[in-house]
């Protein structure tokens, strides 16, 4: 979990700044969703936890999802943007500044709100019973560290300005709309877990190669 947020931090400071490097970013988000994956197979090796330490675990487990699946592609999102926006043709349409903003400000607040949620309904559901979380409700804020990379892989698509800014919106539009819709989702297996695990190396593989191909300069 630690390393989940010291990889988000990293990727955060990454997408910053007039030298933003958001295909670093990209990568060290598919890092912290990999940390995510085996940081609870972690926490119950340990038999003899106590339940503040099992509170203690949702919480900092939480926190770490907000910035690192909550924070980090947003800030990924606004790196892309404001290279789009630069480098953008003469005359070409480009969605103010304050859409994004927006757009980014509801995707943190479902991620916010879903987590709350997770975080009193699995410290009642401890209560009542030992047992492992077989489903979800709502879309895990943790499926971001496939999204956006994903996305990504097929940046070179969307290379003028107006069709990258409508797409990134509508993909964190959606994303974050799942975070909060009352459906539910079977908690995946170990089997496919380790499915979920080859489908990042892939997307990673993905990223690094359109990352070379297309020798993106983000300035």
């Given at each position: 979990?630690?390393?989940?947020?010291?990889s988000a931090?990293?990727?955060?400071?990454?997408?910053?700044g007039?030298?933003?490097?958001?295909?670093w970013?990209?990568l060290?988000?598919?890092?912290?969703?990999l940390?995510d994956?085996?940081?609870?197979?972690?926490?119950r090796t340990?038999?003899?936890?106590t339940?503040?330490m099992?509170?203690?675990g949702i919480?900092i487990?939480?926190?770490?999802?907000?910035?690192?699946?909550?924070?980090?592609p947003v800030c990924i999102?606004l790196?892309l943007?404001n290279?789009s926006?630069?480098?953008?043709e003469?005359?070409?349409?480009v969605?103010?500044?304050s859409v994004p903003?927006l757009?980014?400000?509801?995707?943190?607040?479902?991620a916010?709100?879903?987590?709350?949620?997770?975080?009193?309904t699995?410290?009642?559901r401890?209560?009542?019973t030992?047992?492992c979380?077989k489903t979800?409700t709502?879309?895990?804020?943790t499926?971001?560290a496939?999204i956006?990379p994903?996305?990504?892989c097929?940046?070179?698509?969307?290379q003028r300005?107006?069709i990258l800014?409508g797409a990134l919106l509508?993909?964190?539009?959606?994303?974050g709309?799942?975070?909060?819709?009352?459906?539910?989702i079977?908690?995946?297996?170990?089997?496919e877990?380790w499915?979920?695990l080859?489908i990042?190396l892939?997307i990673?593989?993905?990223?690094i190669?359109?990352?070379?191909r297309?020798?993106?300069r983000?300035v």
């Amino acid at each position: 979990t630690y390393c989940s947020i010291i990889s988000a931090i990293v990727g955060i400071v990454l997408s910053l700044g007039a030298t933003a490097h958001p295909q670093w970013a990209v990568l060290l988000l598919l890092l912290s969703g990999l940390c995510d994956a085996f940081d609870g197979k972690v926490a119950r090796t340990k038999k003899n936890r106590t339940k503040a330490m099992q509170n203690f675990g949702i919480q900092i487990d939480s926190l770490a999802d907000i910035v690192a699946f909550g924070i980090l592609p947003v800030c990924i999102g606004l790196a892309l943007w404001n290279h789009s926006a630069t480098h953008a043709e003469a005359g070409s349409f480009v969605l103010p500044h304050s859409v994004p903003i927006l757009i980014s400000c509801l995707y943190i607040l479902a991620a916010v709100v879903r987590l709350a949620y997770f975080n009193v309904t699995e410290e009642l559901r401890q209560q009542e019973t030992d047992e492992c979380r077989k489903t979800y409700t709502g879309l895990p804020i943790t499926s971001a560290a496939l999204i956006f990379p994903f996305f990504f892989c097929f940046l070179d698509i969307f290379q003028r300005a107006a069709i990258l800014h409508g797409a990134l919106l509508v993909v964190m539009a959606l994303t974050g709309a799942s975070f909060v819709m009352p459906f539910h989702i079977r908690k995946p297996r170990s089997k496919e877990q380790w499915a979920l695990l080859g489908i990042g190396l892939v997307i990673a593989a993905g990223c690094i190669f359109v990352w070379v191909r297309f020798r993106m300069r983000i300035v």
